[in-house]
């Protein structure tokens, strides 16, 4: 089965505690097949993918102002995306938008217009809050996650350090913006 046919298959739903369990897998699986380079500490590697565990998710899901959606193909997750509503923005301090704090896909999901349909569920959930915005950082060594990000309407606003100890010259983020319109919308990206 080929990338064009999975895409028809896809799902997309928001997160319910019934996944948290998981997501604690699939976060840590995700982020470790994207971000591994930037670790040669094991142990901070680890607590890093703590952050992605099953307890991180249902203390996610609870909190009021973050929402998850889920990407499903075949009824099995894939990956997710992460909103926090009205989250300041670290450049413009605005908090009048919301961050995507978290989008990832398990290997093999990319390209397929799945992170795609991940943010535009989250953006019209956006628009429903009437934000005026979406804001978003990004691994600066991130490149195919950076032009994903500009290939759907995000821009470059400025720079930030990654939180956490990781190797040299690999601690910037970028830090990435799109403006929504009065009514909470930007153009929609379609599948093709």
Not at 81 to 103: C, F, K
Not at 131 to 140: G, Y
Request: proline fraction near 2%; charged fraction near 20%; charge should be positive.
């Amino acid at each position: 089965m080929g990338r064009v046919r999975l895409n028809r298959l896809v799902t997309i739903r928001r997160a319910s505690a019934h996944d948290a369990e998981t997501l604690g897998v699939v976060g840590p699986a995700a982020y470790a097949a994207t971000y591994h380079y930037l670790w040669s500490d094991c142990v901070a590697l680890a607590h890093q993918l703590d952050t992605f565990s099953k307890s991180a998710f249902l203390v996610l899901l609870q909190r009021d102002d973050s929402r998850v959606w889920v990407a499903e193909i075949s009824g099995k997750i894939v990956g997710f995306l992460t909103m926090l509503i009205n989250s300041e923005n670290p450049i413009t301090y605005d908090t009048s938008g919301a961050e995507i704090s978290r989008i990832y896909l398990l290997p093999g999901s990319q390209k397929m217009g799945i992170g795609m349909q991940l943010l535009n569920a989250a953006q019209e959930y956006a628009s429903k809050l009437e934000l005026t915005h979406m804001w978003l950082d990004v691994m600066e060594s991130a490149t195919a996650a950076r032009n994903a990000y500009y290939k759907w309407g995000f821009s470059e606003i400025g720079l930030k350090d990654f939180p956490r100890q990781v190797k040299a010259d690999l601690s910037k983020m970028i830090v990435l913006s799109i403006r929504l319109n009065a009514k909470g919308n930007r153009t929609l990206l379609c599948i093709r």
